[in-house]
């Protein structure tokens, strides 16, 4: 009897075979899946939306704008986001609105506002500070109080 050595050998893992522990499977089509992805998408383009509706309503304020209804007249088309939610050359949409449609923004002027006085409180005259007869009619005044 002739003796063999016997040898032991792993075997190679066989790349197209996939192993459900380490390799990651493709979903199956779920329709809960999809209803969620739509619902998803619905509500990503819904506020979009709002975003898009309220930055043009800051820069409309910001441009002098009278009645905001006025944005109802942007082409959706011209209006873009930034990544940064932001609406991209949103002041040249204002300027050319505002020349397209002057009536709607205020009219620009050439003045500037000045700050208003400060105030003081009301303080009653001394004696000393009134003439005669404003003295005369304050004495009036207080003795017919008494």
Same mark, same amino acid.
């Given at each position: ?21 380490? &390799?990651?499977?493709?979903? $199956?089509?779920?329709? @809960?899946?999809?209803?969620? %992805?739509? !619902? #998803? &998408?619905?509500?990503?383009? $819904?506020?979009?939306? @709002?975003?898009?509706?309220? %930055?043009? !309503? #800051? ?88």
């Amino acid at each position: 009897m002739t003796h063999q050595p016997t040898t032991t050998t792993t075997p190679i893992p066989d790349p197209t075979v996939s192993d459900p522990y380490t &390799q990651p499977t493709a979903p $199956a089509e779920d329709p @809960r899946v999809a209803a969620l %992805e739509r !619902k #998803l &998408q619905e509500q990503t383009l $819904a506020h979009q939306s @709002r975003l898009t509706q309220a %930055e043009l !309503k #800051l820069h409309a304020v910001r441009a002098g704008m009278i009645d905001l209804d006025g944005l109802k007249l942007v082409d959706p088309g011209r209006v873009r986001l930034t990544d940064k939610g932001e609406i991209d050359g949103a002041d040249r949409l204002m300027a050319d609105l505002r020349r397209e449609k002057p009536w709607l923004f205020h009219h620009a002027t050439t003045s500037t506002p000045g700050a208003a006085p400060p105030s003081t409180p009301p303080s009653a005259k001394s004696a000393q500070q009134m003439s005669h007869a404003e003295w005369q009619a304050a004495r009036t005044a207080l003795l017919k109080r008494r």
